[in-house]
């Protein structure tokens, strides 16, 4: 009898093991206890997840190229309680002072107002950012995307790239 219990406790730990092994995909995600909503593609791979405050989302976006060996393209999404106006500005100004110190950072154009473009060098690759922020229900919110400046996966995995995070920029709003 004990034998047996064993062996099915064997066999449900790797049934689990199975199971926290098997990618799991993007698609609706709610953060800030429902508050914040978004969608992403189901090609999205999720590689990080913190709870609390701030709340943290990263989706790797898969490069089918050479070039995903030295570049992870990804998508953050970062929310975090504030009070005010005044704390939502002091958590934009401290995210642009860490870009800032990034290794070959240079300011692009930015197309609005808290959204920010700029280049960036990670372990020598050439990167594109684009940062933008909401301040909804007391929630900072920012949504970092981030990819090869370069990619031999071409200018419609680019565009594609672009697109999911402009869908879920128009969610954030």
Same mark, same amino acid.
């Given at each position: 009898?004990?034998?047996?219990?064993?062996?099915?406790?064997?066999?449900?730990?790797?049934?689990?093991?199975?199971?926290?092994?098997?990618?799991?995909?993007?698609?609706?995600?709610?953060?800030?206890?429902?508050?914040?909503?978004? !969608?992403?593609?189901?090609?999205?791979?999720?590689?990080?997840?913190?709870?609390?405050?701030?709340?943290?989302?990263?989706?790797?976006?898969?490069?089918?190229?050479?070039?995903?060996?030295?570049?992870?393209?990804?998508?953050?999404?970062?929310?975090?309680?504030?009070?005010?106006?005044?704390?939502?500005? #002091?958590?934009?100004?401290? #995210?642009? !002072?860490?870009?800032?110190?990034?290794?070959?950072?240079?300011?692009?154009?930015?197309?609005?107002?808290? %959204?920010? #473009?700029?280049?960036?060098?990670?372990?020598?690759?050439?990167?594109?950012?684009?940062?933008?922020?909401?301040?909804? %229900?007391? !929630?900072?919110?920012?949504?970092? @995307?981030?990819?090869?400046?370069?990619?031999?996966?071409?200018?419609?995995?680019?565009?594609?790239?672009?697109?999911? @995070? %402009?869908?879920?920029?128009?969610?954030?709003?």
């Amino acid at each position: 009898m004990d034998r047996m219990r064993r062996r099915r406790g064997i066999g449900l730990q790797l049934l689990l093991g199975l199971t926290l092994a098997t990618p799991i995909h993007a698609g609706e995600v709610s953060m800030a206890g429902g508050a914040v909503r978004f !969608h992403t593609p189901d090609a999205w791979q999720p590689i990080l997840e913190t709870q609390g405050d701030p709340e943290v989302r990263v989706f790797q976006v898969p490069d089918p190229s050479p070039t995903a060996g030295n570049a992870l393209a990804r998508v953050t999404v970062t929310v975090k309680q504030v009070a005010n106006l005044a704390e939502f500005q #002091a958590f934009v100004t401290g #995210a642009l !002072h860490k870009a800032q110190s990034l290794d070959g950072y240079r300011a692009g154009a930015n197309p609005a107002p808290n %959204d920010y #473009a700029y280049e960036a060098r990670e372990y020598g690759v050439a990167f594109q950012y684009r940062e933008r922020y909401w301040l909804k %229900d007391n !929630h900072a919110i920012q949504l970092r @995307c981030v990819r090869p400046q370069q990619s031999q996966a071409g200018a419609a995995w680019a565009a594609a790239f672009d697109r999911g @995070c %402009d869908d879920i920029a128009a969610a954030l709003q």
